[in-house]
């Protein structure tokens, strides 16, 4: 099967009726080479001649599931690319991209006809197979890192792959529901990322803006009404702006170019949901761009701006001075212009604006000149060494993924070193994060570090422009275990957790069993399942021997996290297959949802509600107990007031299935007992509304004979998740002894 997930292959006899007009021919050949030699007025063209007619031969017949000619794909691809400025080999292996797995042409067939350069390209690009995201997870990891390991060698195979997912996105309503839905949502986390990161904003804002057509259809249709309506009232104020600072510039000296600039629908519908503001309050703000021809100019457009119009405060940024990852250069702020109306204004230069739409894709035009930009070529450099870094680290396809996306497709800070070297890290990136970015051994010694000269949390995310100073223990100190603990934030990439794991697995096997078993005791006791056998949790994560289990745990292999989640998920798992196995069921109307997505299976419509006793959670292992007259009563399965009744009355006892829902909160009382100190409430209730949590009651007593606090309250939590996140954050408190949800 083809790369392109849009196609099918069918014989010859099978397509349609067509007209001659109806195959790619002439025309589409002379605006290809039209579009190429737009950019690359010397280029040769036999190469793009003889792989277009080598494509057109191999996939006659072929058709693709919109009913159109095969070869309008990679037709159509090799347009994008050449419009995009790419080289002529680049666009020659975008019309031969699918030419090896869909037809009998072979490689080296290819290489000896178009030479090494278009070889190597294509044979990248055929080693990525279909990505069929959402039914084979494994196998979407391993064509990811396959596609980013191939542009280790050469970033054009990430281009044609770019271009060949645009255009399917284009042409995808060929498709099923589910595969649209499944192609936009993977465009979204992986395509439009990686598109960003190289600085292609045309692909980037199109793959949004396709996926959001797919995924939100009627947000995208609000939109899109939303802006055609305003889109003249807009024109006429932009155009009153642009004459207004046109004539300023001029009577400067300045030449530049003026024009409005619109935001795509993605950017609006992002910010709409970022800051839970209605549409006017979007499409209020305005947007121009000045282009210019230095730097120095730039600098003074900015001068006259601010001069014109009010600027905001707070809304300015120079990336032409502080240049992105990507190699965006421009100058961006934000004034308050006629009427008082908010206008962004983004000042560059010319070349700054081509690398801003066509961001690294731009090298290869400049290359091709000979007038190769070293600041680029180092870029490059170092875009390989990050994508090698990340295969180096991760143990699996999908551990690499998922570095991908917390180090590699994430906005980046840039932080200073004492030294007064720059660091770029992944936005959210934590002292601990730079720590190990620095080196192994500073970050397994790091117990502290001064941001800017002040003592901070190891778990603060760090901002750019900020110096940081880690405070390191002397001797043979290790890191802490709560750093590998997602919930509790404090290492925020891939590198980091890859080398605290490792530091963890080169420690001896019984201290990793004592950790384990520790950590064990600790989850099962949060959660009031105490009562669980260690080997019974053994089995369930396919142990045959505890120990084994918990060093697994102890190295951190096995998160601490994962306990619970296998235990609920093997609550529910025998009842389920009791439920087939046992006589046919009479066909039952769909149970309705109780309060809060409470489902109890095989009654339908039924009253529910919280057992006041142990206060269960969504995503808990919990029971419903029919009482006479008032429903059902949610417990949870360790509840000591349902444990005499469980054998008394095992009839009342039925299945539910709680999906967790952040839409409900529930109260539940945490106890914690600390070493008395001052401040020891205010800190306790400072964690919980750091965490977005409502506290519903407080209270405290204190024992002077052993001068230590007991702290109840009451927190309304929406699932376990979050009381488990909860109650780490809170064990880490100075003084703190204990943490526990009450038992009930």
Known sequence: MSTDPVTTTRPAVAARPRRAADEPGRTDLSGLLAAVRNRFPNADGGVIARSYALSAKAHKGQIRASGEPYISHPVAVARILADLGMDPDTVAAALLHDIVEDTDVRPEQIGAEFGPDVARLVEGVTKISAIEAREKPATEAENLRRLILAAVDDLRVIVIKLADRLHNMQTVDALGPERRARMARETLDIYAPLANRLGIWQFKSQFEDLSLRQLEPAWHEMIEREVRERRESHEQYLSGVISQLDERLRSAGIEAEINGRAKHFYSIYRKMQRK?????????????????????????????VHTLWSPVEGEFDDYIAKRKDNLYQSLHTTVLGPGQRAIE????????????????????????AGDDDPAVEEKIAALRRVLKSQDDDAPDAESFVEGLKTDFFRDQVYVFTPNGDVLELPAGSTPVDFAYHIHTEVGDRCR???????????????RTGQTVRIVTARGDAGPSRDWLNPVLGYAATSRARATIKQWFRRQGRAESVAE??????????????????????????????LDDFLAAVGRHDIPPEAIPARLLEAEAGPAEAARRDGPPETPLRPPL????????????????????CCRPLPGEDVLGYVTRGQGVTLHRSACR???????????????????????????????????????LVRDISDVIAQRGLNMAALSAATNRATGTAIVSVTVEIPSHGHLAGLLDKLASLPNVIDVQRAPG
């Open 593 to 612: 949802p109780a309060a809060a997505g409470v489902t109890t299976l095989g009654t339908a419509g039924v009253h529910t509600r919280v057992a006041g």
């Open 448 to 462: 502290g570090a001064l941001v800017d000269g002040r003592m901070v949390g190891l778990d603060t995310p760090l």
């Open 516 to 545: 384990g078993r520790e950590v064990l005791e600790r989850q099962l006791r949060k959660l009031g399942l105490t009562r669980v056998k260690h080997e019974a949790v053994a089995r369930l994560f396919d142990f045959g021997r």
């Open 641 to 679: 007031n349902i444990a005499r009744l469980r054998s008394k009355e095992p009839d009342r006892f039925i299945q539910v299935r709680w999906q967790q829902t952040d839409e409900h909160a529930y109260p539940v009382e945490v106890r914690v007992v600390a070493y008395d100190r001052s401040a």
């Open 276 to 304: 839970d503001i209605g549409t006017d309050q979007v499409y209020d703000v305005l947007a121009i761009r000045v282009k210019v021809h230095s730097v120095n100019d730039c600098y003074v457009v900015l001068g006259i």
């Open 345 to 368: 204004v983004q000042i560059r230069t010319h070349d700054m604006d081509e690398v801003a739409e066509f961001g690294l894709a731009a090298h290869w035009k400049y290359k091709e």
